[in-house]
């Protein structure tokens, strides 16, 4: 309530999420960490890392991550240290994984329903 009636100053912090796992809605395993104006994200699946500067790029367009390698690894080691501060469990490889089954249940991609 203070921040809106006396308009004072947001703390300076950095904001976390982890998302280890695929949802019905197409998402992708991954997390992120955002401070300031800076945001990394890491795609589990790969490993990719990706930075965004979100005050000049809102719609998260141009990775910086080559450009700022210093600020990836700097934002990348601070999300690995939270998620070790939080026990976050990490996607492990599915011993029953089956590529040929990989659209299954997603049957509009393949034009018809499963069997």
Do not use: C, F
């Amino acid at each position: 309530m203070s921040l809106i009636r006396e308009r004072s100053a947001l703390a300076d912090r950095s904001l976390y999420w982890h998302y280890p796992h695929y949802s019905n809605q197409l998402g992708r395993p991954a997390g992120a960490v955002r401070h300031g104006n800076y945001k990394l994200v890491e795609l589990y699946e790969t490993g990719r890392l990706e930075l965004y500067d979100l005050g000049k790029d809102i719609g998260e367009t141009s990775d910086l991550s080559k450009k700022l390698p210093e600020k990836t690894q700097e934002l990348h080691a601070s999300l690995k240290d939270w998620r070790h501060s939080v026990n976050a469990q990490m996607p492990r490889p599915n011993p029953d994984y089956d590529p040929k089954r990989e659209d299954y249940g997603y049957w509009w991609r393949l034009g018809t329903e499963p069997k």
